[in-house]
């Protein structure tokens, strides 16, 4: 059973970067791609983007020119690194894995079936 | 970006209830439509997907219909523990986009 946790810093101050980490437990990471998406608080879910394990990557173009996201197959992880932040990029942070598959009938399955139990990120001095 | 839109943003419900929520594309995306669940303080749970397959391990009272731009999640019998937020997300294009969500309360 693949379980995902993220990790990093949960306070960062405006004008620096968000950096964080999604440990993949249970499998490897060397199969599927993976994903971030972020909740600000009350608020609904933004896809952020995702990674396949070869390192090639999807971006949504709201954030494109702040995000990064990079794999290490060695350490079975993916990170997010976010910057110049400011207050509006305070959120809970979940990595996802898409389940990427076609089912017995024939049904393309992408969304999200893998989840993180998310991190708060709060961008304040 | 495609945009979905549901309706209601909130409602209030009773146990055993038939509950709808309608999430609608402002393009077509065929079935790739997924429908999710979430609890405070929780990460979303998958519950829907291609539209109108249950995810494995999903109770039979939750079901999804529609395609093109128009779709519904239905809880046939509401119980307690069905109380939360829905989210619906297409998968047909780049970004990947969610509803808004609907929140389902006590009455």
């Known amino acids: 059973q693949v379980q995902l946790q993220e990790s990093g810093p949960g306070l960062v101050k405006p004008s620096e970067t968000l950096s964080l980490t999604c440990s993949v437990s249970?499998?490897?990471?060397?199969?599927?791609?993976w994903s971030w998406i972020r909740q600000p608080p009350e608020k609904g879910l933004e896809w952020i983007g995702y990674?396949?394990?070869?390192?090639?990557?999807n971006y949504n173009p709201s954030l494109k020119s702040r995000v990064t996201i990079s794999v290490d197959t060695s350490k079975n992880q993916f990170s997010l690194k976010l910057s110049s932040v400011t207050a509006a990029d305070t959120a809970v942070y979940y990595c996802?894995?898409?389940?990427?598959?076609?089912?017995?009938?024939?049904?393309?399955?992408?969304?999200?079936?893998?989840w993180g139990q998310g991190t708060m990120v709060t961008v304040s001095s | 970006a495609i945009r979905m839109t549901q309706s209601p943003s909130s409602f209030s419900a009773s146990t055993g209830d038939r509950v709808t929520i309608t999430c609608r594309a402002s393009?077509?995306?065929?079935?790739?439509l997924a429908w999710y669940q979430q609890k405070p303080g929780k990460a979303p749970k998958l519950l829907i997907y291609?539209?109108?397959t249950l995810q494995s391990g999903v109770p039979s009272r939750f079901s999804g219909s529609g395609s093109g731009t128009d779709f519904t999640l239905t809880i046939s019998c509401l119980q307690s523990e069905d109380f939360a937020t829905y989210y619906c997300?297409?998968?047909?294009?780049?970004?990947?986009?969610f509803g808004q969500g609907t929140k389902v309360e006590i009455k």
């Open positions: 996802a894995r898409p389940a990427y598959y076609y089912d017995s009938s024939g049904y393309f399955n992408d969304a999200f079936d893998i």
């Open positions: 249970g499998g490897s990471i060397s199969s599927y791609y």
């Open positions: 990674i396949f394990y070869s390192g090639s990557t």
């Open positions: 393009q077509g995306i065929s079935s790739y």
């Open positions: 291609a539209a109108s």
């Open positions: 997300q297409q998968y047909h294009n780049y970004p990947r986009t």
